[in-house]
């Protein structure tokens, strides 16, 4: 096994809830993702498995298919670009866009690389960094990706995995599974 292991636990609960989410998981393409810190404490991998989680939890209360919110969920930030080590790359490495509008974009590309998506996932995917991003949301797939990305986020920036976790299970929540094996 490789230095990026997952539990087992958490493949086998999302698959149980989108059977695509092994495939995702265990994509080499995809695992890059675990290279990539996301905000203060994490990394990018560990970041999309949360929103998937959250995502799920709400699944019912926005009336969506618990398949379509783990999918958006795990492939929402499938950019392979360091936004921290940006910056301070020489000025023609560096992406000629802005982050926070290129990346949704990318998730998508990358996303179609290892799985089929349906239109209102790609929309949702791509209007997650609602509003920081100006692209509104238009489904309802769309808010719920928006909403669970920003408490994900917030936790992860502010508060720290640990509270995350508290939160999450004082709320009843299931669907906090261990992530690193
Ligand atoms: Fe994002
Ligand atoms: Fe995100």
Known sequence: MDDMQISED?????TKHYS?????????????????????YTNTMDHSIRV?????????????????AVKVGLLHDFCLVDYYEEPHLD???????????????????NAEGICELTETEKK?????MFPLAVRIPTSRLGWLLTISDKIVATYESFYGIRAFHRAMISAGNRAVVRIAA
């Open 52 to 68: 998937a989680c959250v995502n799920l939890y709400l699944a019912d209360r926005f009336h969506v298919s618990e398949e379509s």
């Open 124 to 128: 949702a995917i791509k209007s997650h």
């Open 10 to 14: 958490c493949v086998g609960y999302l």
């Open 91 to 109: 000025k023609s490495e560096r992406h000629p866009g802005i982050y926070a509008f290129y990346h949704p974009v990318e998730a998508v590309e």
């Open 20 to 40: 695509g989410a092994e495939d995702i998981l265990r994509n080499v393409g995809y695992r890059q993702l675990r290279n990539f810190p996301r905000h203060k």
